[in-house]
């Protein structure tokens, strides 16, 4: 036996070793998390679907309750039935404009309070995930999401000042936002399927962040008509039921196994992301940056949009009711969701990915332009429609950066794709507020018009990637070479 040692300690340095001790079933290792977590068919999608339930409930109570609590500091209620939004009193117009004004830089500065925060936690939570473990990565933000939610119930029951809910907002940011938590989910599916499998998985899992958008957004619609406490008893439902999920091992399989004692603390995870980007075979650290690049650009488009959809219909000359505000908003989350999973799956037969972001950008551009011209309610919703494929670009590219990132890094690689989402967030909400409040009493679309024109930074980007990396098959295994700049 003790000629046998050495090789014996070799191998299991290669390979797994199965030994009596390590197998509960003689001859076979006991399954890691990966793979008992690929045995299943359903592993995050809950917690996109609960959790996605929570927080949209908060956002979208958010505009109106600002806007109401203004509007009473002003002594002001708008006519909403066949009379302007103004009402009869032509100086109502003016008293008007400047509630506008004041709700768009307050839903600025409740967007600071999230998105400056975020953009540090999520990237520091989902890089340490790689050894920690997803679901601490996934159960943070919830928390986070349930606390926003308990903060907005007491300011609305007790009509505390605006101010308070800059609270909520900051603990909310601080535990990483839904930036942190898609990003562990979408570092949780990439650890639970193959290659093949990844890109559908990734595109099913931000279609049910869409589809549950639109549908949800029809219900709170509806709801908001009993008052604002309902939909946030709802937002503070759905998060504890999405945390119980998240913590309780039968539902939910951890992916990464026994390495607990590995973490080195906040430095380790500038490590990680240093690793990331220290190799560059085949221009892969430029190809990384472009995409991550692009999905800045993409993700704020689609920020800016939706921070000032809400407030643009709701003054003139669409005039709509937080009902039809629902219905809006609803139509153009299911429309993406739809256009997203048969977008991509029926493209792809015939064009590669880039010209599937590409024509997801185009269908992005066209969206910002109908609804800055639009006059009439019923042009939103055609360009709603024709922007159907805007969210097709970001599976797709998040689906690349998984298949030319190792297993090791997937943690670090949407780390980044969690801050810049963050980020994103956080500049989109500023630029758009800031230009529809300033532009809201002479030139409500400009801020359409402005992000249309943006649309061009994306398309120019995926460009260059389509000259310079057009998409392999396979992926080839990165080596480590001291002389690689």
Not at 432 to 444: K, W
């Amino acid at each position: 036996m003790s000629r046998n040692e050495g090789p014996e300690s070799r191998i299991s340095l290669r390979k797994p070793v199965i030994t009596p001790m390590d197998s509960p079933v003689e001859g076979r290792p006991e399954p890691t998390g990966r793979e008992r977590a690929r045995s299943r068919w359903v592993t995050v999608e809950p917690v996109i679907v609960m959790a996605m339930v929570g927080y949209l409930c908060t956002v979208l109570v958010k505009p109106f309750y600002v806007k109401d609590t203004i509007s009473h500091h002003y002594n002001y209620s708008e006519t909403k039935n066949d009379t302007p939004c103004g009402g009869q009193d032509p100086g109502n117009d003016t008293i008007d404009n400047k509630i506008q004004s004041e709700s768009s830089m307050w839903l600025l500065y409740l967007g600071v309070a999230s998105g400056v925060p975020a953009m540090m936690s999520s990237i520091v939570f989902c890089t340490i995930s790689d050894r920690l473990g997803r679901k601490l990565a996934m159960a943070l933000p919830v928390i986070g999401f349930a606390f926003q939610a308990v903060v907005y119930v007491v300011t609305v029951h007790f009509k505390l000042p605006l101010a308070v809910l800059l609270a909520g907002e900051f603990v909310q940011g601080l535990t990483g936002g839904f930036g942190l938590l898609f990003a562990a989910c979408i570092s949780y599916i990439t650890d639970a399927t193959t290659e093949k499998q990844r890109t559908l998985r990734i595109v099913i899992a931000e279609m049910l962040t869409f589809l549950v958008s639109g549908l949800n957004q029809v219900a709170q619609g509806y709801l908001l008509t009993f008052g604002y406490l309902p939909s946030l008893a709802i937002a503070f439902g759905c998060n504890v039921i999405a945390l119980l999920y998240i913590v309780i091992p039968l539902f939910l399989i951890e992916t990464v196994d026994g390495q607990r004692s590995d973490s080195k603390g906040l430095l380790d995870v500038w490590r990680s992301m240093k690793r990331l980007l220290e190799f560059n075979e085949n221009g892969r650290r430029w190809q990384m940056l472009l995409l991550d690049f692009f999905i800045f650009f993409v993700i704020s488009q689609f920020v800016a949009y939706s921070s000032i959809f809400v407030l643009y219909g709701t003054a003139e000359p669409f005039c709509w009711t937080s009902f039809t505000a629902g219905i809006a908003s609803a139509l153009g989350f299911v429309l993406s969701s739809f256009g997203m999973l048969i977008g991509t799956k029926v493209l792809s037969y015939c064009l590669g990915e880039y010209w599937l972001m590409q024509i997801s950008c185009l269908s992005m551009l066209a969206a910002f332009t109908a609804t800055a011209l639009a006059q009439s309610t019923l042009v939103i919703y055609i360009g709603t429609a024709l922007g159907s494929l805007r969210a097709m670009s970001i599976p797709v590219a998040r689906g690349i950066l998984s298949k030319i990132t190792q297993p090791d890094e997937i943690g670090a690689t949407f780390s980044i794709v969690g801050c810049l989402e963050s980020f994103s967030s956080f500049i989109a909400n500023l630029a758009a507020t800031s230009i529809y409040g300033s532009t809201v009493s002479f030139l409500p679309p400009l801020t359409f018009y402005v992000f249309a024109g943006a649309t061009i930074i994306p398309m120019v980007t995926v460009l260059f990637l389509q000259v310079c990396w057009p998409r392999r098959k396979e992926y080839t295994r990165l080596e480590v070479n001291s002389c690689e700049n």
